[in-house]
């Protein structure tokens, strides 16, 4: 059982940047490929970047690629999610979840534990 808690997020102007953290319980956060999804009013949820159990891989939706970077301390059980440059199309609740196989994974199912969100809202 792994439970997640996201934080960070906030309001921020366009260009400006916020880093996102999600801070899980039990020992075995390493053994987990842990996500980051997104979902703006009226949308559905969708994802944003993957990172590997030992940080070596990542993966990123073309949408954030460049501009957001998801990275992970397993010593202190969080992953984060750096995000520069941000739009106002990136206003959303941010997600975090954890997945117990070793590839990454856009998609939502497979992922194990999801944390509650965390609101992220860019003004013009």
């Known amino acids: 059982q792994v439970q997640l808690v996201e934080s960070g997020g906030g309001l921020v102007q366009a260009g400006g940047s916020l880093r996102l953290s999600c801070a899980a319980s039990g020992r075995t956060f390493s053994s987990y490929s842990m996500g980051w999804f997104r979902q703006a009013p009226g949308k559905e949820r969708e994802f944003v970047a993957a990172?590997?159990?030992?940080?070596?891989?990542?993966y990123y939706a073309d949408s954030v690629k460049g501009r957001f970077t998801i990275s992970r301390d397993n010593a202190k059980n969080t992953v984060y999610l750096q995000m520069n440059s941000l739009e106002p199309e990136d206003t959303a609740v941010y997600y975090c979840a954890a997945d117990r196989r070793p590839s990454l994974s856009r998609l939502q199912a497979r992922y194990d534990y999801w944390g509650q969100g965390t609101q992220v809202t860019v003004s013009s």
């Open positions: 990172i590997s159990w030992g940080g070596s891989t990542t």
